[in-house]
C-alpha cells in the first residue's frame, strides 16, 4: 500500500502586506509517484513549493514528510529529511567543473567530505540512474540539458527522496525533454517521489500519474491524470472554458515579402558573433516562426531587426526599403511593431498604464514638444478596451497588473499602431492558460488581417501551433525553414541541437 511522502494540512500564508498567497491548501503527495502541480499566475504554486522546501514558513496550517510532522527553519532541514528542488534557474557555478560543483553541495550536507568522496558518489549515482555528465568538463560548455542533469545528481547526491521541479522543460529541446522524462519515469521506479510543476498540460498528461490545480490560493481539484482532459485541467485552472488549439495562418508562398533580412551578422553583448549569416523573410499573411534552444542568436537577430542591436554586415528591407541603418522610430514608421522577450524592457513599470500605451509613439501624441493628454487617454483607452486589459485605471502604475495583463498591454500598444510587420519574441513566457490563449489568438488574428509576424518562442508546442513556417536556428544560423507538417519530431530535436539535416 502506498503511503504519503507529503502531507500538506489547512496551510495559508499571509504576507505583512495582508496579501493572502495561500488559503487553507491540504494535498496529498504519494511516496513513488510523480504529482504535476498546475494552476495561473499568483494561484500560489511557487509558495506552496517553497514552502515545502522550507524557504519560507506557512501562516498557519501543518506538514508531514513521511509521516513525521516538520517546521523547517530553512532548505537544509528539508534536505536533511531528503527533500531536494531544481528551480527553473540553475544554481550552478559555470567555471567550476561538474565534479567541483558536486563537491560544493556534497560538503553542505556532509562534513568532512573530500572531493574523491563526491567522484566517486557521482559515479556511483550516474551507474544506478542511468545520468551521465562528464565529471571533469566545465560547466558553461555544456548544453542545458546536461547542465540540468547536474543538478538533478547534485539532489540525489544528498540522499534526495523528493525531488521538486520547477518549469523543468522551459530550456530544453523536444530530445532533452523526451531524455529528462524517461530519467523521471527511472527515478520514480527506484521509488523517488517527484513534484513536477509546469504551465504544459500536454507534459501533464504525458509524464505525471496525479496532478493537482491550484487557483487563487486553493486547491480546486486533484486527479488521477489519466482520467483527466487537458480541456478539463485547463477549466480548472482559469475557471471557464478554454479553447487550447489556435488555428495558425496558413503560408501564403505567393504573398509579398514585408520583412526580408539578407545575410545578417551581429554580434552579442561580449563582441562574439551571435548571428552568422542569416537569411529569411516574412511574408504579407504569415506567421514565420523561429524555433530554438534559448541563447542560440534569437535575442540578437530581433533586436537587429527592431533597430536597437548594430549590425555587423548584411541588411535588413521593410516593404523593400533598406532600414539596417536606420533608427528604431524610422522602423516604426515604416511599419514595423516589436515586442521584446521581457516585459521588464518593454514597459516601464514605475509609469501609469496611460504612459505606456504610449511609449512607441510619442510623436504622434506630442505638438510644439507638448504632450497631449486627451490624445494619451484616447489611445490608451482603445488599448485597454480592445485588447482586454484588466486595470484599475489609465493611472494605474503598470508595477500592479498581472503578468499577463502587462504582456497584453505591450502587445496590444504595439498593434493598436496597425503596423505591416510585428516581431515578437517570447510573447506568452510565464503567463497563465487564459492569457496565453489570448495573446496567441491575437498574434493569429493580426496576420490573417494580412499582417505579417516573426514569432520568436522557446515554447516548441508554441512556434509549431501558431506558425505558417518554421526557421530552426541553432548557433547563429538558420538550418532549416519548413512548414510544421514537414518536420518530425526526431528532426527538430536533432536540428534544435545543432545537427544540419
Avoid: C
Avoid at 488574428?445 to 505579417?452: I, K, N, T, V
Amino acid at each position: 500500500m502506498t503511503r504519503p511522502a507529503i502531507v500538506v494540512r489547512d496551510v495559508w500564508k499571509v504576507y505583512p502586506d495582508g496579501t493572502v498567497a495561500l488559503r487553507g491548501v491540504s494535498l496529498e503527495i504519494d511516496e513513488g509517484e510523480i504529482h504535476g502541480v498546475l494552476g495561473e499566475n499568483g494561484a500560489g504554486k511557487t509558495t506552496l513549493m517553497r514552502i515545502i522546501y522550507g524557504e519560507i514558513k506557512p501562516t498557519r496550517g501543518e506538514i508531514e514528510v513521511f509521516g513525521k510532522k516538520v517546521r523547517f527553519r530553512g532548505p537544509w532541514d528539508a534536505m536533511r529529511m531528503g527533500i531536494a528542488m531544481v528551480y527553473q534557474r540553475f544554481t550552478l557555478v559555470p567555471t567550476m567543473s561538474v565534479l567541483e560543483n558536486l563537491f560544493l553541495a556534497l560538503s553542505s550536507v556532509e562534513r568532512g567530505a573530500r572531493i574523491s568522496d563526491a567522484r566517486s558518489l557521482a559515479e556511483e549515482t550516474m551507474e544506478r540512474t542511468g545520468l551521465r555528465v562528464p565529471l571533469d568538463a566545465r560547466v558553461e560548455e555544456l548544453p542545458v540539458g546536461l547542465q540540468q542533469r547536474v543538478e538533478i545528481l547534485k539532489a540525489l547526491m544528498r540522499r534526495a527522496r523528493v525531488l521538486i521541479l520547477d518549469e523543468p522543460t522551459s530550456v530544453l529541446s523536444p530530445l532533452e525533454v523526451e531524455a529528462l522524462f524517461s530519467t523521471l519515469r527511472k527515478l520514480k521506479e527506484m521509488g523517488i517521489t517527484i513534484v513536477f510543476i509546469t504551465h504544459k498540460l500536454k507534459e501533464v498528461k504525458e509524464v505525471t500519474d496525479r496532478v493537482t490545480v491550484l487557483r487563487r490560493g486553493r486547491v480546486v481539484g486533484s486527479a488521477v491524470t489519466s482520467e483527466v482532459s487537458e480541456v478539463d485541467l485547463a477549466r480548472m485552472m482559469v475557471g471557464r472554458e478554454v479553447l487550447m488549439k489556435v488555428r495558425r495562418a496558413e503560408s501564403r508562398e505567393h504573398a509579398k515579402p514585408i520583412l526580408v533580412v539578407k545575410d545578417l551578422w551581429v554580434r552579442d553583448d561580449r563582441g562574439l558573433p551571435a548571428v552568422k549569416g542569416v537569411s529569411l523573410e516574412v511574408r504579407e499573411g504569415e506567421v514565420l516562426g523561429i524555433a530554438g534552444v534559448q541563447g542560440n542568436g534569437q535575442r540578437e537577430l530581433v533586436e537587429a531587426i527592431a533597430g536597437v542591436r548594430p549590425v555587423e554586415k548584411g541588411r535588413i528591407e521593410i516593404n523593400g526599403i533598406d532600414v539596417t541603418s536606420a533608427s528604431t522610430e524610422e522602423r516604426y514608421r515604416l511599419g514595423l511593431a516589436y515586442v521584446p522577450e521581457s516585459r521588464d524592457i518593454g514597459l516601464v513599470l514605475d509609469m501609469s498604464v496611460a504612459e505606456n500605451s504610449v511609449l512607441t509613439r510619442v510623436r504622434e501624441v506630442s505638438r510644439a514638444g507638448l504632450l497631449s493628454m486627451r490624445r494619451i487617454l484616447e489611445i490608451a483607452s482603445e488599448v485597454v478596451r480592445t485588447f482586454a486589459v484588466v486595470t484599475p485605471s489609465l493611472s494605474t502604475s503598470v508595477r500592479y497588473l498581472s503578468g499577463g495583463n502587462q504582456q497584453k498591454l505591450m502587445v496590444g500598444r504595439e498593434l493598436a499602431k496597425r503596423p505591416r510587420v510585428l516581431v515578437v519574441s517570447e510573447p506568452t513566457h510565464g503567463l497563465d492558460v487564459a492569457a496565453t490563449e489570448f495573446v496567441r489568438r491575437t498574434i493569429v488574428s493580426f496576420a490573417e488581417g494580412g499582417g505579417a509576424v516573426l514569432l520568436v518562442s522557446s515554447d516548441l508546442e508554441e512556434v509549431m501551433q501558431l506558425s505558417s513556417r518554421v526557421a530552426i536556428m541553432s548557433g547563429g544560423r538558420i538550418l532549416a525553414i519548413k512548414k510544421p507538417s514537414e518536420y518530425s519530431l526526431e528532426e527538430l530535436g536533432l536540428l534544435m541541437g545543432g545537427a544540419v539535416a
